[in-house]
């Protein structure tokens, strides 16, 4: 049977190795570095974002944390003017101010932090009753 002869078998072993090896030195010169390049772009591309999304995460915890500051900050002021005996900030103009106060810290804060925790603090001002009436 000529297809298991060894004459016919070590040419055709010969011719294998000879291709495979001329294809591992084309893939090995030509493609790899390439490829080798391509990952290695990728990986400096995820570590520089990786860079900017802890500096953004760090920013943001600043802003957080100076946000429960200020607003912990406002909450005690207003708790000293609550706890007062003499109720002196029930007066209209007194009241008046209170209200423009809180208005602009209401404003900074719209201005400068989150919406999702301002939608979570329910607000009603005096001004508008008193305009009302």
């Given at each position: 049977?000529?297809?298991?002869?060894?004459?016919?078998?070590?040419?055709?072993?010969?011719?294998?190795f000879?291709?495979?090896?001329?294809l591992y030195t084309i893939i090995l010169h030509f493609f790899l570095p390439i490829f080798l390049k391509s990952i290695r772009i990728r990986k400096e591309l995820i570590n520089s974002?990786?860079?900017e999304v802890s500096n953004l995460e760090e920013i943001s915890f600043k802003k957080q944390?100076?946000?429960y500051?200020?607003?912990?900050?406002?909450?005690?002021?207003?708790?000293?003017?609550l706890n007062k005996?003499?109720?002196?900030?029930?007066?209209?103009?007194?009241s008046i101010?209170?209200?423009?106060?809180?208005s602009i810290f209401i404003?900074?804060?719209?201005?400068?932090?989150?919406?999702?925790?301002?939608?979570?603090?329910?607000?009603s001002s005096k001004v508008f009753n008193l305009l009302n009436k």
């Open positions: 049977m000529p297809q298991l002869d060894y004459i016919i078998i070590l040419s055709q072993i010969f011719w294998l000879i291709i495979l090896i001329i974002l990786n860079l944390n100076m946000l500051s200020n607003v912990n900050q406002h909450l005690l002021i207003i708790k000293h003017l005996s003499n109720f002196v900030f029930l007066k209209k103009q007194n101010i209170i209200d423009k106060k809180l404003s900074n804060t719209i201005k400068f932090y989150n919406l999702q925790i301002l939608n979570a603090i329910p607000f």
